[in-house]
């Protein structure tokens, strides 16, 4: 049912009778839980269009802007996030097939190429400060560090999702009841590759 | 699609919802501080939001104590008046007003109204609340960190609010942005399960457009919410940055007490634009709830439908997406380009068409109902009238052109009072005289009720109404004292300390209704069941208060929430979940 067909109901209508609708009382039918993970995206992207917006403005605004070296060790970084997007595309097909084995080597890999992606990022960071890419000395570094920033932080906060799900793995959970949690942290992490992907183009290109 | 009516007497299950734990939490702790359960949540957002609220409102006193008599009150220092004025208005627009609206209505209401035994994602909406507990706890910190809370000014405006001269430049702006970034996150997780709740976790048969408008309000308002909040989580972030590591993302070259800074090409006016892409839709965060309230108290306490449910609906919506291309009409003074200022007035005034929409529907909602005028609903035409008062100053000062001489005088100080300030209040009152039955099993004392609409009624408009006239005679607003201006008369001075008066007794009568909900809940005469025959599905639950899981068997919905004075009906009221078949009906008298 569209919106639009929701908006023009006219609900006084069936008031005097009465009746009970069987389906309409859930828009989405999906869990709750994805639904929950859309909205959220939805906020996220918000929050990095603004960041890109504001890169752009900042960008024009003065003379000042330098744009810094970016390290050659994004460039593998960039492929170690891919890898860690497909390991959990993996995990998330395994489930759906009630493939336990598939579900955990799968989950593992996510998960160790997601905090080596961390690492690089982090070891990327130091790289530059050792240069003396300073946050302070020009605003092109300063948005670097504050993009990179805030992608690392959401991802850890899905590394905590995903922990969630190694847990209910480890503690023996069927294929089908850990089958949502692994999705939720394959597009999670879809979207984030996505959002670090423009990033990392928007800083190439400038 | 499937109707089970009253010709075929179809049986319809209720919806099914995984049995969980928290509907019978075991200990005290569980069931009281850590509780996942949405109304003890609400509860503590409230009485979190109201606390730090009487903060808010004492600062207003002590502000207004200057200002209507300079030069008497030797312990307030240029310093502390602009650090007052900068925390009053942060706590009331986002601690109290966001909190207490969202956190609290919304926490209540929403899963009540919509037939649903919790929030959907309860764990997060409890981490929700302590998050927000803690930003608050951050805030008030401010106050007593060397050089005190910052004094930027609610709108926190770089490069003044972290250089050196502003009060508060040190830890006292630190600690507000950190709070503030701490305030969005605990809000993003409320405001995921508002939404998730009103779209995934209906009672079977309440469609989207049965639901009260109260639960339209709060829902748009948070989706508003959920977008808006991290355009203020961006520029806090990078002026926390540019305050703790220099960097220079809102900060120009400047010249700072005859030093150059090592700052260099940042942008204010970016900062400008982040914060009214919040800041804007904030208005209606806070406006869209009280929309909705005003909506279904208005309707139970003048027994009759509200008028034009569809369009109050499309209006709230409509209000939503408007809210987001309005946001510049903050910045007039800043300097812009016309075509760009023409655009912003254009779009702001034209959002005074769905919002002058909601006004006459209420009007019409009034019109020939069988008027109760209970404090609730007093409070609820106070709303109108104010809200309409605010709106029409909103309108002057939507024009580039007026705009310019009045932004910086009293003049949008009493207008953003009348339309953000006082209209919401006055809702929060109505939602609290009107709600506090279902929480407690008890009603409010009638006659402090009384008193504390009047005096707050008359009150709010001795206080705001002048304040209006001094912004034409060119009062400027944030100033420590004005002294001897040729162009102000001395009348202006004695107008302040009226206005400062007024303040005191109005807050006196804040003190009689706090007072009013600390006895009544020990005390009250007891409400009975569903004391104003409301047909919402709060007032139907199994336990009176209702307990925890809410409803005994989830509900099934039969109708929308407005049949009010049904003719043929014995009661004047049927409830959303009453069964055709169970609905007594009167034989016509002839």
Redesign the interface.
Known sequence: MSIFQTLMEKPWATAQGGDVPLDGHQSFSMPMEKVGLWVFLSAITVLFTLLIISYGGRMELGTDWRPLPDPWLLWPNTAVLVLSSVFLQRARISARRGQMDGVRISLLAAGGFSFAFLAGQLFASYELVGLGYFASTNPANAFFYLLTGLHAIHLIGGLVAWARACAKVRRGFEARQVALSIELCAIYWHFLLMVWVILFSLMLIT | ???????EAVY?PP?EVPDVDLYHAHSWITKYVFSQDAKVIAIQYSTTAILIGLVGLVLSWLMRLQLGFPDTFSFISPTDYYQYVTMHGMIMVIYLLTALFLGGFGNYLIPLMVGARDM??PYVNMLSYWIYLLAVLILTASFFVPGGPTGAGWTLYPPQAILEGTPGNGWGIILMLISLVFFIIGF?MG??NY??TV????????????MPLTVWGIFVATVLA??A???L??AG??ML?DRV?????FV?AIVSMGEQL?Y????PI?FQ??FW?FGHPEVYIVALPAFGVVSDVIAVHARK?IFG??MM??AI?AIGGLSFIVWAHHMYVSGMNPYFGFFFATTTLIIAVPTALKLYNWVLTLWKGNIQLTIPMLFCVAFIVTFLNGGITGLFLGNVAVDVPLSDTMFVVAHFHMVMGVAPIFVIFAAIYHWFPLMSGRMLNEGMGQFHFWVTFIGAYLIYFPMHYLGFVGVPRRYFEIGETMFIPPSAATLNEFITIMVLIVGFAQVVFIFNILQSIFKGKLSGRNPWKATTLEWHTEDYPPGHGNFGELP?????A??YS?PGVKDDF?PQN???DQ?VRVQAAE
Do not use: C, N
């Not at chain 2, 699609?1 to 010709?7: I, K, L, N, S």
């Not at chain 2, 779209?199 to 049965?210: K, S, V, W």
């Open positions: 699609m499937a109707h089970a009516g009253e010709a319809v919806a959907v994602f993003t405001g995921l939404v998730v779209l995934q976790a209906r009672a079977r048969g309440m469609t989207l457009m049965r959920l977008l909040f991290p355009a989580f961006v972030v990078m940055l590591l220099e960097t220079s993302f120009p090592a260099d090409g940042g942008s970016l634009h982040l892409f439908a449910y569809r609906v499309w919506v099934l919905v039969y109708r929308w407005y049949e049904v049927v009453m069964p055709p609905i």
